[in-house]
């Protein structure tokens, strides 16, 4: 980082008056020559200079607003291009159970809370819960439809894994959807069966959507709250912008109500599903794309999934298969020809396109299907883009930067997933989520939570960046891989942006960027690495506005 003087010519103008003016500070602008500024000028919203105090001092006047940062940090506000927060904010608002790594420990724990719930549920109404992880669980196993029918005889139950790639459901559940040993698997999806045939209770991918279909409406007016949520603890933790990925119309339809009273104040790209090829064509026919709407809440990329998640084992990988599983090699949600006409259509129509791909064998599906749609259309900025990518091996790299492909990666899953990692093997852990090698090779790689699969602080992520442990085995995934927190903070900045196709409006602090930045509790370029995962954000702006202030204690 290199430290501006008082002679940047650009803030000797007179500005004719800020609206804010931030002094004393430690303004990491993250842009590309490294800049580090004392203070900052805003008017209208965006940002009007950038320089030294002194210099920039003519830029106030009698209603500028000034704050005296006290030498504390200030960087962009944080962008995190791959959530699900809109199922993350509904599940809080449901009331749903938490099953997640730190409320419980154990399948005994788990079917304590389904036991305390179904005392008070009238019988004949659903049991939902989120977030278990048999990683985490004492027993490391699946939760199974005996496990749940002991407590919940009576009443269907719904238990999202961690991962949202499989559920497990009990007796009342299987027979509500009429799924018997005799039903088959669907394309893309696994119903699990025992040694005897009979359905575990385990559905894995396309396999849960029958389940899903039967879930209760919510109340009309859910969508909307939960982006007032979803909102609020963005700008606890500092993001500015999030993508909300494989969003119904109904999510997006709440994103504009809550707009409309106010209620949105983080930055919002919503990505509608495509899970069939129709969906491709309904989406051709819409007359809107990508980038449609505006700073606030627009349209984001087409997500479409190739394969499934490593937490159900339905990555879709060469061999070797998964270890205990020798003829696992994972499920492709598409056949190629059928994904090539979506991603063509969608793209031919304005899309930018999103897949989700974990395992190499699914990666390649992709990358090959990108192809196809790149030469077709004569495409040079298209910046389509892989979600995931977990086992990037060399040779996918190699494809992905001479494609542009642009990388949704994800920082935190090394932590709070890694040990799922090791299921595939030592040689597909040294390639899992590598970050370092994507910088060397040149391919943009932005941040992603995926939460709720990961908590939605993007602290985490920086940290998990920087360190690479892995919370269950404490052992450090892929060293090599380990990458400088100014490179992690690039992630989720500029690279952010860039994948957004908003480099020119947000991701640095440059003069005519929109004011989107937040002010740190300590300097996170020279803290102690560990430390990174306990950054608290003082306060957020968007637009200029403040939209979060730490309470003080
Ligand atoms: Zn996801």
Redesign the pocket.
Known sequence: MSRVHGNNPKARIDHGGADLFLRNGHVVTMDGARTVVTAMAVREGKILALGDDEALAGCVTSRTRVLDLHGRTVLPGLIDV???VMQWAKAILRGEIDAGHNAVHSIAEITKAVANRAAIVPHGQWIRGTGWDDEKLTERRYVTRHDLDSVSPNHPVYLNHVS?HLAAINSAALKLAGVTRNTCDPQGGVIERDAAGEPTGILKDTAMEPLIALLPNDPPDINARAAKLISERAAELGLTTIHD??ITPDEMRGYQEACRHGWLTVRIQMSPAVGKLADAETLAQMGVSSGFGDDRLKIGAV?MFADGGMGARTIAIHAPGVIGEPDNFGVLCWTAADMQKAHLLAAAAGWQLET?AIGDRAIEQVLDSYEYVIRQLGLKDHRFRI??AGISTPTVQKRMRELNIVVDGNPPFVYWIGSWFFKYGQERVRWSYPAKSYIENGIIEAA?S?CP?TPLSPWWGIWAAVVRRDLQTGQILAPEECISVEQALTLYTRNGAYAGFEEGSKGTLEPGKLADFIVVDRDVLTVAEDELKDVKVLQTFVSGRSVYDQPST
């Open positions: 791959h959530t699900h949202g990925i494989y997500k989700h979600v995931h992603g995926d699969v």
